[in-house]
């Protein structure tokens, strides 16, 4: 099932590296880091191939990115991922100073920002990206459906 709309190139990106995570055996989940509307990170989940439990999708890209531009703080950069971050992640995000925050389908077992603890909801909060959540839960549930439906 696809969106009824275009989706935008980075999140069209995210997709293209989750299935590539699918592939190799991971839970398919990418994310994209972009400033400006460039790309600069990109990762999928490498958690059973790295043997690293913070080896997610969104830690890989940001990790990336900031090696790309030489600095922590990815101020002023969106990033782009196909399931809501957990709070490992979202803790990753507000540090790095993340601006956006786009993601395709809500996680209510294991997401951080419209689920469980809300992160960026928290007084403690240092930063708070703004958020845009939804924007292709249908694509984002099937793939990862048809991913865990496979394996029971």
Known sequence: MT?????PEPMRR??????????????????????????????ENRN???????AHAEMVAIRAAATRIGDFRLTGCDLWVTL?????????ISHARVARLYYAVSDP????IEQGPRLFAQP?????????????EAEGSALLRDFFAARR
């Open 48 to 54: 059973r191939r790295d043997n690293d439990p913070t």
């Open 124 to 136: 403690q909060c240092l930063h708070r990206p703004e958020i845009y959540g939804g924007l292709a």
């Open 84 to 92: 809501e971050p957990c709070p490992m992640c979202a803790g990753a």
């Open 14 to 43: 995210a997709f293209a590296l989750a299935r590539q995570a699918e592939a190799a055996g991971e839970v398919p989940i990418g994310a994209v880091v972009t400033r400006d509307g460039v790309i600069i990170g990109e990762g």
């Open 3 to 7: 969106s009824p709309f275009p989706l």
């Open 109 to 112: 077992k294991g997401g951080a």
